[in-house]
């Protein structure tokens, strides 16, 4: 791992961990739990910046890269299962859209509180939203391309394929479609390609 970063990226990733050891040994619940999570978060988000910008674009780099998109496409939707569910309480909306970290793009783009249909679209569809579960799905595709084994003789390979279904399924769906359990079902296809990602590179 050493070897993978640059020094900026290594000096980085050494204060995260030595804050987050600090934070874990004194930080309180409540607004102290939520001060220390945003430290944390400015933190990740340098190191992730680095690792963007200054680590050489090999297949680690994509697979890091793949890891991370499918990560953030299933937290969204099983954070999107609970808080944009019909039953949910009240308020559930306005946290999804926080948790997302798309409050002023949805302010931008819908001019009025988020509903239902509003958060699913941008959270869900919108593939210019590099939060959104398509976006992620998006990113998987073009990195896949780029490794070696990506189809055979012109013939898209299985673990492309499901990945084309899965992002032709969220490009032609409508917020209305997607249901709690159809959430759910994403959240299965999502794993699916990821059993099928392991199979192919990694065992």
Same mark, same amino acid.
Request: net charge neutral.
């Given at each position: ?33 939520? *001060? ?33 998109? *499918? ?35 949805? *302010? ?27 976006? *992620? ?67």
């Amino acid at each position: 791992m050493r070897d993978r970063f640059s020094p900026d990226g290594w000096a980085a990733l050494n204060d995260l961990a030595k804050t987050a050891r600090k934070l874990a040994a004194k930080v309180e619940a409540g607004d102290d739990a939520a *001060q220390a999570m945003g430290i944390l978060l400015r933190k990740l988000s340098g190191f992730s910046g680095l690792v963007h910008e200054n680590m050489y674009h090999h297949a680690g780099w994509r697979f890091l890269s793949l890891g991370r998109a *499918q990560e953030r496409a299933d937290g969204l939707l099983t954070m999107l299962g609970t808080f944009a569910d019909p039953k949910a309480a009240a308020g559930a909306l306005e946290i999804a859209v926080e948790l997302g970290d798309s409050v002023m793009t949805h *302010q931008r783009r819908y001019r009025f509180g988020p509903s239902r249909d509003t958060v699913i679209d941008l959270l869900v569809l919108d593939e210019n939203n590099p939060r959104a579960v398509l976006h *992620q799905v998006a990113l998987m595709r073009r990195h896949l391309t780029k490794l070696p084994q990506a189809g055979t003789e012109g013939r898209l390979s299985v673990l492309e394929r499901a990945l084309l279904t899965l992002d032709t399924d969220l490009r032609v769906a409508g917020p209305s479609d997607l249901s709690p359990a159809r959430l759910i079902e994403l959240r299965g296809r999502l794993a699916e390609i990821w059993e099928l990602l392991t199979a192919t590179y990694l065992r």
